[in-house]
């Protein structure tokens, strides 16, 4: 009997052993963008998206092991084949991984659940839970120092780079910069360059700052070197459309469709998520270069393929790009169509910033088409949604529909024909009110330009000589946030 025993446990031993080397080899093709690898690696115990893996006859770290390679496995093919519903498949198995992983005091697994789990819900546009989930992870850790912080940190960056919190991504970035420069894992590398490169792509671009042009180019080119190493095609491609979105809004096309070509190419294993984003970044630089027809089509390819799956956060920003587009073709009400669902899909997901980008959008967008009083709704719901948003681009879009509703209000207000509600909070005349706003977007101009006149200007679409007319007339007491300019080196890169 006894010999039976130690029989058996043999054979458990050896079926878990099995297990965790097929975990191993999955983990392997899966960093490096081979999903549908990766899930054949693992076929004798687990066959698709939504299935649970066989469990029977493994030890507690097997199982453990097993659930959250499947858990991981279904959240990225999910997101490459657009699949209704993985994502919440994957976050049941991760959940249930970093509970068995808890029980067998394993930290550092504990925090690769909880990592993986706040990218399914990234990918979903809960964008608190993620954060929160990272947060998590990094709390398991306590002060051990492992790769699963660095991966944390990437995507907590990565979350607040998403919801235009740029300042705050740069701070995480900045601060782990260290951490990366000694790691060995070049995926993890070049994730990180790739992530820093893109915050500095949108802080130069609303800050109109040409030493962040620089510095994101100079960090997507490292990025690409590190996964080019590691033979990590997604990051690769992902890193090409970023550096293609770059080049449209420096007003660079040909460079900019270069790029996307490459990133397109780059995606053999035809991931239906990836080629939805390179669609909307083609629909951009076309409707851009006002090739409509072209941007028409690619737009409604993004739309279809993020439908299918569970992106939501990529579905509302597709819509907005199309509701632009339709905009700019002048069918209105398809326009409004496509802002509307984008923000009830940002809504439904909890995600204010996209939602509040998809208002101020309609304003710009669609103002001779809406009433004014659905034109102070949108207003208020961005004001609100992007109250604490720290892009100064964003900012002054928001400031400049204000100002077009303001000088509607003022208008109808001076002739008597209407009484006006009044959307601003506070108390005083219109005028004054005016005069907060403006002091407001004006100051925020100055901190962020370092005092700089000529750059703060620049940020806010205003001659040299128009702020300081301003700052010395109506806004004097901004006066003392003026500093001497400073001088910068000459950049490889000028705004169009």
Not at 33 to 48: I, N, P, T
Not at 88 to 112: I, M, Q, Y
Not at 131 to 146: M, W, Y
Not at 285 to 314: C, I, N, P, T, Y
């Amino acid at each position: 009997m006894e010999q039976k025993l130690t029989q058996t446990d043999t054979r458990l031993a050896g079926l878990s052993e099995h297990v965790i080397d097929l975990c191993r080899e999955a983990k392997r093709l899966e960093e490096t963008g081979k999903y549908e690898d990766a899930r054949s690696v693992l076929q004798e115990f687990w066959q698709r998206v939504g299935d649970r893996p066989r469990l029977e006859g493994l030890d507690t770290p097997a199982q453990a092991e097993l659930i959250l390679r499947v858990g991981t496995v279904s959240g990225w093919l999910g997101s490459a084949r657009q699949i209704q519903g993985a994502q919440e498949a994957a976050k049941d198995l991760l959940s249930e991984s970093a509970t068995l992983f808890e029980s067998l005091n394993l930290p550092e697994r504990v925090a690769e659940a909880h990592v993986d789990l706040g990218i399914c819900y990234w990918r979903e546009g809960a964008l608190d839970e993620a954060r929160i989930t990272f947060d998590v992870a990094l709390q398991k850790l306590g002060n051990l120092q492992s790769q699963q912080r660095l991966r944390a940190l990437l995507n907590k960056a990565l979350v607040e780079e998403v919801s235009s919190r740029t300042e705050e991504a740069l701070e995480i970035l900045s601060t782990a910069a260290p951490l990366f420069e000694d790691c060995t894992n070049h995926v993890l590398k070049g994730r990180f360059h790739t992530e820093f490169g893109t915050a500095l792509k949108n802080a130069g671009l609303a800050q109109r700052r040409e030493d962040y042009i620089d510095r994101s180019l100079m960090h997507y080119t490292a990025a690409i070197v590190e996964l080019e190493q590691a033979g990590e095609v997604p990051g690769l491609s992902v890193t090409e459309n970023n550096i293609a979105f770059l080049y449209t809004k420096l007003g660079r096309f040909t460079d900019a469709h270069e790029h996307l070509d490459r990133a397109i190419s780059l995606n053999v294993q035809g991931d239906k998520g990836l080629h939805a984003q390179f669609e909307d970044t083609r629909a951009q630089v076309f409707m851009a270069q006002r090739l409509f027809d072209k941007a028409e089509r690619a737009a409604a390819s993004a739309v279809r393929s993020f439908r299918e799956g569970d992106e939501q956060k990529h579905l509302a920003l597709a819509l907005t790009t199309q509701g632009t587009l339709f905009a700019r073709l002048g069918r209105k009400a398809d326009a409004l169509a496509s802002f509307n669902e984008a923000i009830a899909v940002a809504e439904r997901v909890g995600d204010r910033e996209t939602g509040g980008l998809a208002s101020i959008t309609i304003i710009e967008e669609l103002s001779e088409t809406l009433s004014r009083q659905e034109l102070l709704a949108h207003l208020q719901s961005a004001e609100s949604a992007l109250n604490k948003l720290q892009n100064l681009a964003v900012q002054i879009r928001l400031g400049e529909c204000a100002r077009k509703l303001l000088a509607e209000e003022a208008s109808i207000a001076s002739s008597g024909t209407e009484t006006s509600p009044n959307f601003l909070t506070g108390e005083g005349t219109l005028e004054d009110q005016v005069l907060r706003y403006e002091a407001e977007l004006i100051k925020r101009a100055l901190d962020v330009s370092g005092g700089s006149v000529t750059r703060a200007a620049r940020l806010l679409g205003v001659t040299h000589q128009g702020l300081a007319f301003i700052l010395n007339g109506r806004q004097k007491n901004l006066l003392s946030s003026r500093k001497p300019a400073k001088p910068r080196r000459r950049s490889i890169i000028r705004f169009h």
